[in-house]
């Protein structure tokens, strides 16, 4: 495991509050335990954002039939969609949840080219609500694989997660399960995937980012 370079300017800054609020607090003519309590938010969260920021290490699963899942969380949409910013034509849509104790980090669900990306500014409507794809913050990417398809992956903002991170360059060659991006601190990623794929998750299923199967491709 090790921490991602998104993180470590968060735990800089939260090092250093830590350190100023201790030093303040020991010039504070007050009891022992009140700064003990003026403390412990600032030492609690310098535990945290390592947790937060955590790549765990994987062996990735590498199939250029199967897509596999770009995030950690749980599948919470499976179902068919009418594309309207890129296919304009009728697709699956798999849907996966990211809470703030997830992995954060997004991952390509296939190998091929970067045919698209565009970053959408939107709202921060909760994640799991069915109108977030559509109308919250979030950054759309297409791969276009060997055999000619094309599979879209979104990040998507939420009401806690106000910063997405993407990688991407139009053009460029990228392999499965390599890094796509960020997203500070959760939130959702959608795959949007032809109608002709076959569905291997299921939904309220925990998914790995690197492991597991979302999907096979004809």
Known sequence: MYIH???KKAIVTISVILIVVAVITVFIPVEFIFKLIIL???????????????IPSRTPLIDENIVVSPADG???VI???NETEYFKDERIQVSIFMSPLNVHQNTYPVSGTITYKKYHKGNYLVAWHPKSSQLNERCSVVIKRAKGT???????AGAVARRICNYSKPGSLVNQCDELGFIKF???????LPVSAKILCNLNQVSKNRITKIA???
């Open 40 to 54: 412990a938010p600032f030492v609690i969260l310098f535990l945290l954002i390592p947790w937060f920021f955590r």
């Open 79 to 81: 179902e068919k969609i």
């Open 150 to 156: 094309e599979i879209m992956v979104k990040q998507i």
């Open 74 to 76: 749980k599948v919470v």
């Open 186 to 192: 959760g939130s959702r990623v959608d795959v949007i």
């Open 216 to 218: 096979q491709l004809p």
């Open 5 to 7: 370079r998104e993180g």
